[in-house]
């Protein structure tokens, strides 16, 4: 479930847990009220680490892998938190063709994280996507809503630079 490396660590408050144990609560004896209760507490945390699973399982008193399953089978789950500049990399096939898959490559080894993951400091966080819609500028890469286009692999130190 997590990588070797260091993640932020989770850092729940007893108000997220109370607000969350109150909405399973409200929802839980409604059937199929496991996802909209997981959508709600990525709403409270930002993402659905085990920890928050684990307490959606308590509190529900369904298997952990249940609640595991359906947070790994829906992409709009996420289970690393995002962070405060989210750099996502298109890897759609004109930006691929031009060179986004070296992009990304540079970006994990100077991020030192892999795409999905979080810098331990929760300054950046890496994901692909497919085709921003910006073809004619590839390779294109986003930080939050800042586009990024033409781009060559010499360019992201100073690019990142920019964030810190």
Do not use: H, W
Request: aromatic letters at 8%.
């Amino acid at each position: 479930m997590s990588s070797s490396k260091d993640t932020v660590p989770f850092n729940g408050t007893k108000e997220q847990e109370e607000k969350l144990l109150e909405i399973i609560a409200e929802l839980k004896s409604q059937p199929g009220a496991l996802m909209p209760i997981m959508q709600k507490a990525q709403e409270i945390y930002g993402y659905l680490p085990v920890e928050v699973q684990t307490m959606i399982s308590n509190a529900m008193d369904i298997p952990l892998e249940k609640v595991y399953g359906v947070a790994t089978f829906y992409s709009q789950f996420a289970l690393n938190p995002k962070g405060r500049y989210q750099i996502s990399v298109c890897l759609g096939t004109a930006c691929y063709v031009k060179g986004s898959g070296d992009v990304y490559n540079k970006l994990m080894e100077l991020l030192g994280i892999v795409g999905g993951e979080c810098t331990a400091d929760g300054k950046f966080s890496l994901d692909a996507c497919r085709c921003v819609g910006a073809c004619g500028l590839a390779p294109v890469m986003m930080i939050n809503d800042d586009v990024y286009g033409r781009l060559s692999v010499e360019e992201i130190a100073g690019i990142l630079s920019k964030y810190e």
